[in-house]
Antibody, heavy 117, light 111 residues
Framework: EVQLVQSGAEVKKPGESLRISCKGS????????ISWVRQMPGKGLEWMGR????????NYSPSFQGHVTISADKSISTAYLQWSSLKASDTAMYYC??????????WGQGTLVTVSS | QSVLTQPPSASGTPGQRVTISCSGS????????VNWYQQLPGTAPKLLIY???QRPSGVPDRFSGSKSGTSASLAISGLQSEDEADYYC????????????FGTGTKVTVL
């Protein structure tokens, strides 16, 4: 069974750094891209960027380029989303999703990030 | 911000047919396939339709998708109470370095 399991909810202060994770299982982790999707409170879905776990090639939405970093460790089948300096506006639910047939057929359960002083 | 436009809401009574439109452009819907996602309250999105009109295993055939030119639509026939959710269209966009774009989302209410 394909599963994407994300790390737990985080509460951080503005300016702090953070890395959240997404562990894949039940499939060959290096065979499928992973994307990250943001959903701000009460808002819609926004694609942030994606990574090819086989070689860590990434591409980002212009809206998120330079604000976050997507990475992966194929040895432990885990993708990451990280911030070096969080802002209150980063408060949101973040989902990872696995690519396939041009769509996202499998999703993680989501990680809620709250940034507040 | 979203580049695919959907109506903010749609509604129907149980058993009715509801359709949701999704309007894009030549760089996204016009040149790539469309996917639809269902997001039930408090849960992660779920793939409902891929490649314009294909249903993943387990998705009821009450859900159907179509595409024409730079627009697409999702139809829900025989509306049920459990269909009350947010629905998003999505497609790859070729305009800038292969982006994935979501629609603005449509809240479906079962009256």
């Amino acid at each position: 069974e394909v599963q994407l399991v994300q790390s737990g909810a985080e509460v951080k202060k503005p300016g702090e750094s953070l890395r959240i994770s997404c562990k894949g299982s039940g499939y060959s982790f290096t065979s499928y891209w992973i994307s990250w999707v943001r959903q701000m409170p009460g808002k819609g879905l926004e694609w942030m960027g994606r990574i090819d776990p086989s070689d860590s090639y990434t591409n980002y939405s212009p809206s998120f380029q330079g604000h976050v970093t997507i990475s992966a460790d194929k040895s432990i089948s885990t993708a990451y989303l990280q911030w070096s300096s969080l802002k209150a506006s980063d408060t949101a639910m973040y989902y990872c999703a696995r690519h396939g047939s041009g769509s996202f057929g499998y999703w993680g359960q989501g990680t809620l990030v709250t940034v507040s002083s | 911000q979203s580049v695919l436009t959907q109506p903010p809401s749609a509604s129907g009574t149980p058993g009715q047919r509801v359709t949701i439109s999704c309007s894009g452009s030549s760089s996204n819907i016009g040149s790539n396939t469309v996917n639809w996602y269902q997001q039930l309250p408090g849960t992660a999105p779920k793939l409902l339709i891929y490649s314009n009109n294909q249903r993943p295993s387990g998705v009821p055939d009450r859900f159907s998708g179509s595409k024409s030119g730079t627009s697409a639509s999702l139809a829900i026939s025989g509306l049920q109470s459990e269909d009350e959710a947010d629905y998003y269209c999505a497609a790859w966009d070729d305009s800038l370095n292969a982006l994935y774009v979501f629609g603005t989302g449509t809240k479906v209410t079962v009256l």
